[in-house]
C-alpha cells in the first residue's frame, strides 16, 4: 500500500472476531488473512476475553474498530473513553483503528446506534476539528467509516459522498468504505450507489466492509446477518478496481454461522477481484450455511440492527 493509504499494508480477507468462534480459532488456527475486533468489546475486559485477544493478535494481524467514538456528536469528546481506546490498542498493537461517520448520543445520552450526520458546512468542520484532537491524542491516523442511514436531515446541503471526502481530506484521515452501507443508504435514499464508490476519494479508503442486510421492500436494514448480495459484489467489484483493491472485512453479527461458513462467504470475494478460488472447503461451507440458514425460526421476526448484538459481546 503506499503512502497516500497513510501508511497502512494491504491485509488481504478478514473477518469479524465473535466470541462464538474462540474456541475454534485457539484449537484450529484457521487460515484467515486478518481479524477485526469491536473495540469496545475489550477496554474494559480482562480475564479469558483478553487472553483470548492477546493470542490471537500474537498469530494474526488485528485491527480495532469501534461503535462508540461519536465524533459527530456535540457532547465533548470523552477523554476518558479515549484512554482506554489508546491502551488497549498500546497492548494488542493494532495495525489501525476506525469508527463511524455518526453520532450516538447527546447530553450525556448514548442511544446506542450510528445516528446519521447533518450534511452541512457547519458540521463538517465540527467533525474535522474533533478528527484532529482525536488523532493528535492517539497518536495515530483514524479510519472513519460511512454507516448506514435510513432518515436524513432536511437542512443537509451536500450528498454524503462529498461530505466524507472533504472530512478525509480536511482531517486527513483514512476511510472504510462500507460497500453494504453505501448499497443500503441508496436504496433508504433513493441514489446511485455508483456515484457514491466513484466520488470518494480512492486514495484514503484503507478497508472495504462487506456484509448481508434484511430487505423489508420499502426499505434496507443493515442487520448482518446474512450472505452479501449480488448488488453489493457488484458495488465491491468497482470499489476494488478503482482504489487497486485494499483489505476486506466480512461482518457476520447475528445468525452467526460456523467459522468455516464465515470464511467461506469472505473468500468469495476473490472471484470478484479476479483471483482463483482454490480453497475446496468453500463449497462445503456453502452447503453447511444453507442447512444452518433453514435450521433458523421462521417466527423469529424481530430485525435487529448490528449495534443491538456488541451487549452480548461484551464481558
Not at 81 to 95: F, G, M, Q, S, V
Not at 187 to 216: C, K, M, Y
Not at 255 to 267: C, D, G, M, R, T
Request: charged share 25%.
Amino acid at each position: 500500500m503506499t503512502a497516500k493509504r497513510l501508511g497502512h499494508p494491504h491485509l488481504g480477507l478478514g473477518v469479524g472476531l465473535r466470541t462464538v468462534h474462540f474456541d475454534y480459532i485457539l484449537e484450529k488456527h484457521p487460515k484467515v488473512d486478518w481479524f477485526e475486533v469491536i473495540s469496545e468489546n475489550f477496554m474494559d475486559s480482562r480475564g479469558r476475553p483478553r487472553y483470548v485477544l492477546e493470542q490471537i493478535a500474537e498469530r494474526y494481524p488485528v485491527v480495532m474498530h469501534g461503535v462508540s467514538l461519536s465524533i459527530g456528536s456535540t457532547d465533548p469528546l470523552n477523554f476518558e473513553y479515549l484512554r482506554k481506546l489508546k491502551a488497549l490498542a498500546n497492548d494488542i498493537k493494532p495495525l489501525w483503528i476506525s469508527d463511524h461517520v455518526c453520532w450516538t448520543g447527546v447530553a450525556g445520552r448514548n442511544t446506542h446506534d450510528l445516528l446519521p450526520m447533518p450534511l452541512t458546512e457547519t458540521s463538517l468542520k465540527h467533525v474535522v476539528e474533533r478528527i484532529r484532537t482525536v488523532q493528535d491524542f492517539l497518536e495515530r491516523p483514524f479510519v472513519f467509516e460511512n454507516p448506514s442511514t435510513y432518515v436524513g436531515f432536511t437542512g443537509s446541503t451536500m450528498s454524503e459522498w462529498e461530505f466524507i471526502t472533504r472530512m478525509a481530506q480536511e482531517a486527513n484521515c483514512g476511510l472504510l468504505l462500507d460497500v453494504n452501507n453505501v448499497y443500503v443508504s441508496s436504496v433508504n435514499h433513493d441514489f446511485d450507489p455508483q456515484e457514491f464508490i466513484r466520488s470518494v476519494p480512492h486514495e484514503r479508503v484503507v478497508q472495504f466492509h462487506l456484509a448481508g442486510h434484511t430487505n423489508r421492500q420499502t426499505h434496507l436494514i443493515d442487520t448482518h446477518d446474512d450472505h452479501v448480495v449480488d448488488p453489493v459484489w457488484k458495488l465491491y467489484r468497482l470499489a476494488h478496481k478503482l482504489t487497486g483493491g485494499v483489505s476486506t472485512l466480512l461482518e457476520w453479527d447475528a445468525k452467526i454461522p460456523p467459522f468455516p461458513v464465515l470464511h467461506a462467504e469472505v473468500l468469495k470475494a476473490k472471484r470478484h477481484i479476479g483471483e482463483e478460488l482454490a480453497d475446496t472447503n468453500v463449497a462445503t461451507a456453502s452447503r453447511e450455511q444453507e442447512t444452518n440458514a433453514m435450521s433458523v425460526s421462521e417466527d423469529n421476526l424481530a430485525v435487529p440492527h448490528p449495534l443491538h448484538h456488541i451487549a452480548a459481546e461484551v464481558v
